[in-house]
């Protein structure tokens, strides 16, 4: 976890150096988020949050072909219990804030500005789970899309996923419950300005 902060901090500072090359943006983006793991029971019954809609703001500065910026995600998510592709869902039990620093590199462009980013880093999620809140450190990593929509404005398609320890703590997990990595694989359009 250091190293990928000090890389994110080193490639921050060698490319501000770079002035003329670097442009803020700012972003917000809604997106549809689907989770896997936190806990299982003997049975094969699963427990976790239950597809969330999502809002996140991210600030970036792009540095020729790499951008470094942070987002923070925001979803209000109900609890599932599923086996056998029949769940259970009680609303409205959690909610989750994530803080996630990243840095995204130019992969590909193509049309009339069109560009597609790999981007990956750390992941800070802040769990409310029935007002027991809850602290997981995660890695993040996804694949970007964007487009110019006129102006400074930009559209854009982002596919993420995130691992990270379980939503459980370990004093909550009854007998014959397993606690697992929570997994989550999410997607979100959203709306750019470069500043």
């Given at each position: 976890?250091?190293?990928?902060?000090?890389?994110?901090?080193?490639?921050?500072?060698?490319?501000?150096?770079?002035?003329?090359?670097?442009?803020?943006?700012?972003?917000?983006?809604?997106?549809?988020?689907?989770?896997a793991?936190?806990?299982?029971?003997?049975?094969?019954?699963?427990l976790?949050?239950?597809?969330?809609?999502?809002?996140?703001?991210?600030?970036?500065?792009?540095?020729?072909?790499?951008?470094?910026?942070?987002g923070?995600?925001?979803?209000?998510?109900?609890?599932?219990?599923?086996?056998?592709?029949?769940?259970?869902v009680?609303?409205?039990?959690?909610?989750?804030?994530?803080?996630?620093?990243?840095?995204?590199?130019?992969?590909?462009?193509?049309?009339?500005?069109?560009?597609?980013?790999?981007?990956?880093?750390?992941?800070?999620?802040?769990?409310?789970?029935?007002?027991?809140?809850?602290t997981?450190?995660?890695a993040?990593?996804?694949?970007?899309?964007?487009?110019?929509?006129g102006?400074r404005?930009?559209?854009?398609?982002?596919?993420?996923?995130?691992?990270?320890?379980?939503?459980?703590?370990?004093?909550?997990?009854?007998?014959?419950?397993?606690r697992?990595?929570?997994?989550?694989?999410?997607?979100?359009?959203?709306?750019?300005?470069?500043?």
């Open positions: 976890m250091r190293r990928l902060i000090g890389l994110l901090g080193s490639v921050a500072l060698a490319a501000t150096a770079r002035a003329g090359a670097a442009q803020w943006g700012l972003s917000v983006d809604v997106g549809a988020a689907r989770f793991g936190t806990a299982r029971d003997t049975s094969g019954a699963s976790g949050p239950y597809r969330p809609t999502t809002f996140s703001v991210r600030v970036d500065r792009e540095l020729g072909p790499i951008r470094v910026g942070v923070v995600m925001y979803a209000r998510t109900g609890l599932a219990g599923e086996q056998d592709r029949v769940a259970v009680f609303y409205d039990r959690a909610s989750l804030v994530e803080v996630a620093p990243a840095i995204a590199i130019r992969v590909a462009c193509f049309g009339a500005g069109v560009v597609t980013r790999v981007e990956a880093g750390p992941a800070l999620d802040l769990w409310d789970v029935d007002d027991v809140t809850r997981r450190v995660g993040r990593g996804g694949l970007g899309l964007e487009w110019p929509l102006g404005f930009t559209g854009s398609f982002h596919a993420t996923g995130v691992l990270s320890g379980s939503v459980m703590n370990r004093d909550e997990a009854p007998a014959g419950v397993e697992r990595a929570t997994r989550r694989g999410s997607v979100s359009i959203g709306l750019g300005y470069r500043l």
